[in-house]
């Protein structure tokens, strides 16, 4: 990275009163967690002739439950998977008081495990499961050791991820809190996302401030609304604008 750049975000950041990260599934691939959307990511596969589209549904879900843990349980979730220094450095940046929170896309809850604790999750999480007809909660690890479909204790109904599948809303709430915090924030920093994803990628428009950096190893369609973008790791990126001095 150019060091007057680096020395002109670090400024930025030292000064301001709010920064705000926007990230996808970018963040997490240091930790081994493969871009979904990427060159030869998951959603550019097929399973058996069906697209990942059309087995992530609810109704898919409901109808073939054998197949749809199949394969959420060997494609979706990583349970070894540990925070990376992206996922660190931002936890450290809420706790000294800097980020005022993090809006993520990602499931896999390794920001939380980092330590942060403002976290707006927009697609949900696997870590929390719930029986669709009573409502009960199970973790991640009662889904993963069901031997096939989990079913509640309670009523014997379907437990599903409390994730986001396609053809579902966002949540409003959700979509309600990252607007406000981007809407304040003095700095946004977008990273590991192409921002092709809505409604997610439009939370860049409730942004007010000149200071959007964008960190992202391929070009996005924002890039030309940002005052900085960074074509690197964005571990490492992270790792220099903000040193653990």
């Known amino acids: 990275m150019d060091f007057e750049v680096l020395e002109e975000i670090k400024e930025i950041i ?19 967690i493969p871009d979904f959307r990427g ?20 109704r898919y879900m ?35 008081g800097k980020l005022s929170g993090v809006v993520t896309q990602n499931i896999d809850g390794l920001h939380q495990m980092a330590g942060s604790q ?14 669709v007809d009573c409502g009960k909660e199970y973790s991640l690890d009662y889904v993963m050791e069901s031997e ?22 966002l949540s409003a709430h959700a979509l309600y809190e990252a607007e406000e915090l981007i809407y304040n924030a003095d700095v946004l920093i977008v990273g590991g996302t192409s921002l092709q994803v809505f ?3 439009g939370l860049v428009d409730a942004y007010q401030g000149d200071n959007l950096i964008i960190i ?3 070009p996005t369609d924002f890039d030309n609304r940002a005052r900085f973008v960074i074509n690197e790791s964005i571990s490492d990126t992270l790792s220099a604008i903000y040193p653990n001095d």
Request: hydrophobic letters at 30%.
């Open 199 to 201: 409604p997610a990628a």
């Open 39 to 58: 060159s030869g990511g998951l959603y550019t596969e097929e399973d058996e002739g069906i697209s990942p589209g059309e087995i992530l549904t609810v």
């Open 216 to 218: 992202n190893r391929d």
């Open 14 to 32: 030292r000064n301001a009163e709010s920064v705000v990260f926007l990230g996808g599934a970018g963040v997490s691939t240091d930790s081994g």
């Open 118 to 131: 403002n976290v707006i999750e927009l697609h949900g999480t696997a870590k929390r499961n719930y029986c």
């Open 148 to 169: 096939g479909v989990p079913y509640c204790e309670e009523c014997g109904g379907l437990v599903r991820p409390d994730v986001v599948m396609y053809n579902e809303a």
């Open 62 to 96: 409901k109808k073939y439950p054998e197949e749809f843990y199949e394969y959420y349980k060997n494609n979706m979730v990583y349970t070894w998977a540990k925070p990376n220094e992206a996922h660190r450095v931002l936890a450290r940046m809420e706790e000294d």
